[in-house]
């Protein structure tokens, strides 16, 4: 049973903190996304990529985020400095993309961020 | 810019109920998915529905794209509290990037 898996579950830090988040997609999905979900503004798209090239980062802070794809089955996120704003969870998902497919995605588990 | 505007935001209803759930928007979507999601999890795709009018039955959950594929509706017959949870339409827009469009979700509740 294919999954994204994601880690850590959770993570507490402090404000100012270097936060790093994994993300194994599943085998043979080109596309992978990041995505924020908080109460007041639900899922947000961060950052995607396709065959491990950033196709669109514009949902992310860029002046303390970063999404890497170091290879086929590592996607990372980081952010440096954290800020108390940033706490959330943060999810990723995969999904195979071709001509005429459906763009269907299918998610991790979740990282839960807490800043202090 | 796609929106997708989901209604009602929060339903609280008796076991045995029947509810549905609105996915609505301007724009003509290529294919649109509901998602559930439980708490501490990640969402879980339910259905797809690429055809204008389709309708897709799962169990007790019938959902319906709209004739011109702007809106979807999903209805669940004799709720369960296994029901319980948020529920996400989201849409595919016809460039094909991969990206959806997510609704700001429906939060269910289903009382024994």
């Known amino acids: 049973d294919a999954r994204v898996t994601q880690t850590p579950r959770d993570k507490v830090t402090e404000m100012g903190q270097e936060v790093t988040m994994r993300c194994q997609p599943i085998?043979?999905?080109?596309?992978v996304f990041w995505y924020r979900q908080t109460m007041m503004q639900g899922l947000e798209l961060l950052a995607y990529?396709?065959?491990?090239?950033?196709?669109?980062d514009s949902g992310m802070p860029k002046d303390r985020f970063s999404a890497e794809m170091p290879d086929a089955t590592l996607a990372t996120l980081k952010i440096q400095p954290s800020e108390p704003r940033d706490s959330a969870v943060y999810f990723c998902?995969?999904?195979?993309?071709?001509?005429?497919?459906?763009?269907?995605?299918?998610f991790g588990p979740g990282t839960r961020l807490t800043v202090l | 810019t796609q929106l997708l505007e989901q209604s009602p935001q929060f339903l609280s209803i008796q076991e045995g109920e029947n509810l549905t759930v609105y996915c609505n928007s301007s724009s003509v979507f290529s294919s649109l998915q509901w998602y559930r999601q439980e708490p501490g999890e990640g969402p879980v795709l339910l259905v797809t529905v690429v055809t204008g009018g389709e309708v897709k039955k799962l169990k007790r959950l019938t959902f319906q794209f709209g004739d011109a594929r702007k809106d979807s509706s999903l209805h669940i017959t004799a709720a369960q509290p296994g029901d319980t949870g948020l529920y996400l339409c989201?849409?595919?827009?016809?460039?094909?990037?991969?990206?959806?469009?997510f609704g700001q979700g429906t939060t269910l509740q289903v009382k024994p």
């Open positions: 990529f396709r065959n491990r090239a950033p196709l669109d």
């Open positions: 085998l043979g999905h080109n596309t």
């Open positions: 998902a995969s999904g195979l993309v071709q001509a005429a497919g459906t763009n269907e995605q299918f």
């Open positions: 989201a849409g595919a827009g016809s460039s094909n990037t991969g990206k959806l469009i």
